[in-house]
C-alpha cells in the first residue's frame, strides 16, 4: 500500500497543488489520507478529460461507484482506489458522500447548461463541500462540528474555481455559469460558444463573484469556529479571497487569470499560522 499513497501524493501534487500545499499542515500520521482523498477527487474531476465523450465517462464513473462499495474486483490494481478504500475503512467514512460527489461531476460529461445559480450552488456542495467535510472528518473532526464551515466554504471555493477555469472551459464547450444568471444579463450562450466578451457577461461574472464572496463571508466566521484539528481541512479558502481580487481586475472574462505560486504559498501559511 506504501506504492499506491505515494502514487497518490505524486498525482495531489501535480493535479492540485494548493491542497498537496495544504495537507502539510496536517500532522504527518494524517496527511496520506488526505493525498487519497484529493487524489480520488482528482480522478473523478477529470473523467471528461480522460473519457472525452460521455459514455466512456459514464462508464469510468460507474466503476469508481462499484469501487468504492467493494462490488469491484481488482481495485488493489488501482492505486488510487487501493489507498481512498483503505482510508475509507481506516477513518469509518459513510459511502454516501463519495457516491454524491460521483453523481455530481456525471454534469461535467456533457455539454448542457447549469439551470439555475441554486443548481450550481448545489453542484458545489455536492462537491467541493464534499471533499472539505471529509478531509475534516480525516482529521478527526465531528461531522456535524464541520457541516456549516463545509458547506459555505465549499460553495465559495467551487465558484472561484469554476469562474477561474472559464476561459478553458469555453473554449470547449462547457458552461457552468447558470442560464438564469446569463438571462437576467442578456446573456447568449452562442456569444460564449464564439469568445464575445461584452458587458452583459461582465455584468454576469461580477454578481458570480458577489455570491462568492458572501459565501466566503459567511465560512471565514464558521472556520473562526471550528474545533482546531479540522483548521487543515479547511486552508484552501484562504485563496478565494486572492482569487476574487484577481478576477474583479480582469477586464475580459476569456483571459487567463492567476494568483502567483508564490502568494498561493503565503497565504495558505498565513491562515494555517492563523488558525494554529
Known amino acids: 500500500m506504501q506504492h499506491a ?3 497518490c501524493e505524486a498525482l495531489v501534487r501535480d493535479a492540485d497543488k494548493d491542497r498537496f500545499l495544504a495537507a502539510l499542515f496536517a500532522p504527518a500520521e494524517h496527511r496520506r489520507d488526505l493525498h487519497a482523498l484529493y487524489a480520488f477527487n482528482a480522478e473523478i474531476s477529470r473523467v471528461r478529460d480522460v473519457a472525452h465523450e460521455p459514455m466512456p465517462g ?3 464513473l460507474q466503476w469508481w461507484r462499484d469501487a ?6 481488482g481495485v488493489s ?3 488510487v482506489a487501493a489507498a481512498v478504500v483503505e482510508t475509507i475503512a481506516r477513518h469509518r467514512l459513510p459511502p454516501e458522500p463519495f457516491g454524491e460527489l460521483i453523481d455530481a461531476h456525471t454534469f461535467d460529461l456533457y455539454d448542457d447548461a447549469m439551470a439555475s445559480l441554486a443548481d450550481l450552488e448545489a453542484y458545489a456542495r455536492a462537491t467541493t463541500s464534499t471533499l472539505f467535510g471529509l478531509a475534516a472528518r480525516v482529521l478527526g473532526a465531528d461531522a456535524d462540528a464541520v457541516a456549516g464551515a463545509a458547506q459555505t466554504g465549499g460553495i465559495a471555493y467551487a465558484l472561484v474555481r469554476l469562474m477561474q477555469a472559464f476561459p478553458r472551459h469555453a473554449a470547449r464547450g462547457r458552461l457552468y455559469l447558470p442560464t438564469d444568471l446569463l438571462e437576467r444579463h442578456g446573456v447568449e450562450r452562442a ?9 452583459g457577461l461582465t455584468a454576469a461574472m461580477a454578481e458570480l463573484r458577489a455570491r462568492a464572496h458572501d459565501r466566503l463571508a459567511d465560512s471565514r466566521r464558521l472556520i473562526a469556529r471550528l474545533p482546531p484539528e479540522a483548521a487543515p481541512a479547511f486552508l484552501s479558502v484562504a485563496l478565494v479571497g486572492p482569487l476574487l481580487r484577481a478576477l474583479g481586475r480582469s477586464t475580459n472574462p476569456f483571459a487567463p487569470v492567476e494568483v502567483p ?3 498561493r504559498q503565503w497565504t495558505l501559511w498565513r491562515a494555517a499560522r492563523t488558525a494554529g
Open 77 to 79: 490494481g488501482h492505486p
Open 58 to 60: 459514464e462508464i469510468r
Open 68 to 73: 468504492l462499495v467493494g462490488e469491484r474486483q
Open 261 to 263: 505560486q508564490w502568494r
Open 5 to 7: 499513497y505515494a502514487h
Open 191 to 199: 456569444d460564449i460558444a464564439a469568445g464575445r466578451p461584452g458587458p
